[in-house]
């Protein structure tokens, strides 16, 4: 394959990032855009050349080596579905869903058709992350805290719980996933929510979250979740280890050992760029570095969603494996 033909389906802030770096690879033709909103897909199409097409099946037709799914998480579902029937490569901005069953769905679907997928946890492709997953390659976590303290985004589906999964789902997934790849995979999870959404008119998330959670490995930890802050404050990981303590940020690690304190610094937009150019070179057949498949951000998915329904439900969560999840009293997240 010479070029990558790319459909996007969504015109929102994400899929106008990602027709961004996307145009700016010479192996890549972003061949059109469909949106709900008809004018958004033009406005995005008319930026980058592209074709505007009236639906997913119409963009489909057109014959896309690749799509990308950039939609808000209330509207995963279908688009995943006419993809996957078509049997097209397919990247999908996170969260991938705003509940676990329509995730397990697809995730289910991707596996039976063996898709070649990827999805947007960037922060994955920060080498801080390597570096970290190197220096903790053989000392065990004692505990990590993850954070993620913000603001409410400028888009009127956000502060509603059956549209966007809340602050956790939304926002902190990145900091879960990271936990996921450097910790392992949580056993237990404990939240609690403020129960006072933020003021934002129609809002029913809560403005603030904190969870305790425990691991598989022996770790333990913590995550806070806010959104009452007119500007992103933090987000990031603490983690500590035998003789180690670690401070990870997009922006950059820091390192505290016996050798005293280093930095090294990130670029948040390298990784932005990183991840797409990973998964063009997977669909074109020259590369092999897609880092977090669909079945890999089912995990994510599977975590946050149980820090959510702990909040929800002020009882404790327990996945015993990655295949299951259960609220302790017996009321079923998923069997």
């Given at each position: 394959m010479r070029v990558c033909r790319v459909g996007l389906v969504g015109a929102g802030g994400v899929a106008q990032r990602h027709a961004r770096v996307l145009s700016g690879f010479d192996d890549v033709e972003l061949l059109g855009v469909t949106d709900v909103v008809p004018d958004a897909a033009a406005e995005l199409a008319g930026a980058h050349g592209a074709r505007v097409f009236?639906?997913?099946?119409?963009?489909?037709?057109?014959?896309?080596?690749?799509?990308?799914?950039c939609v808000p998480p209330f509207a995963h579902g279908p688009a995943e579905e006419a993809v996957i029937a078509a049997g097209v490569p397919m990247f999908v901005e996170k969260p991938v869903a705003v509940d676990l069953a329509t995730a397990e769905r697809i995730a289910d679907l991707v596996a039976r058709r063996g898709l070649l997928t990827g999805v947007g946890h960037h922060w994955r492709y920060l080498p801080v992350v390597e570096?970290?997953?190197?220096?903790?390659?053989?000392?065990p976590v004692r505990m990590v805290s993850g954070a993620w303290l913000d603001k409410v985004p400028p888009v009127a589906w956000w502060a509603r719980r059956d549209r966007s999964g809340g602050p956790v789902v939304e926002q902190a997934a990145h900091v879960l996933d990271l936990v996921r790849l450097l910790v392992g995979e949580a056993t237990e999870v404990t939240a609690y929510g403020n129960g006072t959404p933020p003021p934002v008119q129609g809002a029913d998330i809560d403005s603030v979250t904190t969870a305790a959670l425990r691991f598989a490995g022996g770790a333990v930890g913590t995550l806070s979740a806010a959104c009452v802050l007119g500007w992103k404050h933090r987000a990031g990981l603490e983690i500590l280890a035998d003789?180690?303590?670690?401070?990870?940020?997009?922006?950059?690690?820091?390192?505290?050992?016996?050798?005293?304190?280093?930095?090294?610094?990130?670029?948040?937009?390298?990784?932005?760029?990183?991840?797409?150019?990973?998964?063009?070179?997977a669909v074109r057949g020259v590369g092999d570095d897609v880092r977090v498949p669909y079945a890999e951000a089912l995990g994510t998915q599977r975590l946050a969603l149980a820090v959510a329904d702990s909040a929800r439900t002020g009882r404790t969560v327990r996945l015993g494996s990655p295949d299951a999840a259960s609220v302790v009293t017996g009321v079923t997240v998923d069997a």
């Open positions: 009236s639906d997913v099946e119409e963009l489909l037709a057109a014959g896309p080596d690749a799509v990308y799914v570096r970290a997953r190197d220096l903790l390659a053989d000392r003789g180690l303590a670690l401070s990870l940020t997009e922006d950059g690690l820091v390192v505290r050992d016996a050798d005293g304190e280093r930095r090294f610094d990130a670029d948040p937009d390298a990784a932005r760029v990183a991840v797409d150019r990973a998964f063009v070179d």
